[in-house]
Every structure is written in structure tokens, then in C-alpha cells.
């Protein structure tokens, strides 16, 4: 069933939309996204991995009614894969059914038609009819500097130039969304053309919220009692302690995996058996095991 878009003409109805599908996003955030929508801007997030990035995106791709088209960036990524290559296959059948009634020259102008594109997600974002796409261009610190160069003529104008084509223009301009996570610092340029905003871990509060409206079958104690653990983890005199503090998908998903075993109430032994989903790394995992009893001690009132 489709869903239908919500009021978001506002900031507060724009917040209020994105609590409806499970994002709980900071007035701040809500108000960056909101205008990126008016203004038709790109909007750059960083921080760090699980703070809640891509997920923004489907969120607004469900909130919006707009289908959500993702580019995961990496390495050595090529630009035919993030715009279009052609399909040389049919081309090369195409020429060998032309020979016989054409001339070069024409066989040349037929094999080069859009039919004969293949299109990826920058291409397919540009062509989405109206209202539009959200293209997800994930992880974007983790494409090379040439990439974000060529980045630049869609992010500014919402446009690709294809030698064999011309200048194929936005039919409506795509709800732009770019996370990093900050592995090296983006070109100045790319920044220049996007709206900006930092996303840090949130507050206990905020998680709390998320962690219900993600985990509704977890007791309000057991909730708590997650949030108020994850929430040490990430905070001083705890946070040195470990590489990566865990990220909101981390908590959700450990609440999920304690409602799986049936868990009550937090204690060393089911937090050593499920520290894996936390931390993913061996230093993490050990790290923790002595700081158990603090960070299960309850709170001072």
C-alpha cells in the first residue's frame, strides 16, 4: 500500500511526519532537511557511523511518497557506475541487424539513443518524474577525490552531460542526500554546494524515544535500563575505553535481540553473551568486561 505524504510544509509538521515512520530527528536536523526541500539544495550529514545518516533518507523517502534511489559510494568506484553506461551488447546487435541499410554514419547516430542507456542512480534520480526522487549518496568520504569533482555538476545544478547526448537537466530536482563518516575531509567544493549539518549521538531522551517506537514489544524497564547502559557506554569516564561507541542502529538492534531471549532486567552475564551486537570489535568486547558493574550500577538519585 502506498503511503500518503504527510504535511510538511512546516518544520514542526515535517518533525512530526518523520516520528510517524521512526525517526525522531532534532529540531536542528528537521529544520536543515526542511530547507533542503524549500530551497532545493543538497544536504551534507556527517558523524559518526550509526548515528542515524541513512536512515534519514528512507525515512524521508516514506514521509515524502518518493521512491529512494542509493548510491553506495567506495573506493575506485568508477562514474559509470554511480551515472550510466551503455548497452553494449544491444548496440553491437543493433549495428549487425543496420549494416545492410545504413551507412556508418547513421549506424553511429541510432546506437547512441537513450533507449540503449543503462541508467544508475544520479541518471535515475535526474529522471524521476514529478514529485521526484531522494538519491542517497552514501558514504561519500569513501569515494576518491576525482569522483567528488565529478560530483559537482550534479550537486550545483542538478544536471549530467553525457558526450553522446548533451546536457540532461533534472525533470524535478531529486532530494539530495550525502552522509560521511568523516574517514578524510571532503573537497571544498562539494561543501560549497550542499546545506551542512552534523549528526551526533543523541541524547538519552531522544534514544529512549526511538528505541520504543523500534522495539514496542520491549518492557518501558527494559528500555530504560538499554538506553541508560548505551548512553554510559558513549560518555566520559566510560567513552575512552573503547574504539567505536555503539550507534543508535546498535541499541535498537541489541534491544531486540534481549527481547528475543526473553530478557527481564540487564545483568553481566546477558550483556557479556550479547556485547557482540554493541561492539564489533574483539578490543570492545574485552574492553567492557571489567567496567561491567559501573555501568550496570543503577543511578544516583
Not at 44 to 62: F, H, I, N, R, Y
Not at 65 to 93: F, I, K, S, V
Amino acid at each position: 500500500m502506498t503511503r500518503v505524504p504527510e504535511d510538511t510544509s512546516t518544520i514542526d509538521g515535517l518533525t512530526h511526519a518523520l516520528e510517524g515512520v521512526g525517526y525522531h530527528a532534532p529540531r536542528r536536523l528537521a529544520t536543515a532537511v526542511f530547507l533542503a526541500i524549500r530551497l532545493q539544495r543538497p544536504l551534507l550529514l556527517e558523524g559518526e557511523p550509526g548515528v542515524g545518516k541513512t536512515e534519514l533518507a528512507k525515512a524521508l523517502a516514506k514521509v515524502l511518497g518518493r521512491p529512494l534511489l542509493r548510491l553506495q559510494c567506495y573506493d575506485g568506484m568508477e562514474q559509470r557506475e554511480a551515472l550510466y553506461e551503455w548497452n553494449h551488447t544491444a548496440q553491437l546487435l543493433h549495428m549487425r541487424a543496420a549494416q545492410a541499410t545504413s551507412s556508418p554514419d547513421e549506424i553511429e547516430r541510432e546506437v547512441y539513443q537513450a533507449r540503449y542507456l543503462i541508467r544508475r542512480p544520479l541518471l535515475q534520480a535526474l529522471q524521476t518524474p514529478e514529485p521526484g526522487a531522494v538519491l542517497l549518496i552514501d558514504e561519500v568520504d569513501r569515494a576518491d577525490e576525482p569522483f567528488e569533482a565529478f560530483l559537482l555538476e550534479y550537486l550545483g545544478e542538478y544536471q549530467v552531460s553525457i558526450p553522446e547526448l548533451g546536457t540532461i537537466k533534472a525533470v524535478a530536482a531529486p532530494l539530495t542526500i550525502l552522509t560521511s563518516n568523516r574517514t578524510r575531509d571532503l573537497n571544498d567544493a562539494v561543501k560549497r554546494r550542499c546545506l551542512y549539518q552534523w549528526l551526533d549521538y543523541p541524547d538519552r531522551d531522544r534514544e529512549l524515544a526511538i528505541v520504543k517506537s523500534q522495539v514496542p514489544e520491549a518492557s518501558a524497564a527494559l528500555t530504560e535500563q538499554v538506553t541508560t547502559f548505551v548512553s554510559r557506554l558513549r560518555n566520559q569516564p566510560f567513552a575512552n575505553a573503547f574504539q567505536r561507541s555503539p550507534g543508535i542502529a546498535e541499541s535498537v538492534e541489541w534491544a531486540k535481540a534481549l527481547v528475543a531471549l526473553d530478557t527481564l532486567t540487564l545483568d553481566p552475564e546477558v550483556v557479556q553473551d550479547t556485547a557482540g551486537i554493541l561492539f564489533k570489535q574483539r578490543e570492545d568486547v574485552a574492553a567492557l568486561i571489567p567496567l561491567m558493574d559501573q555501568l550496570l550500577a543503577p543511578e544516583p538519585v
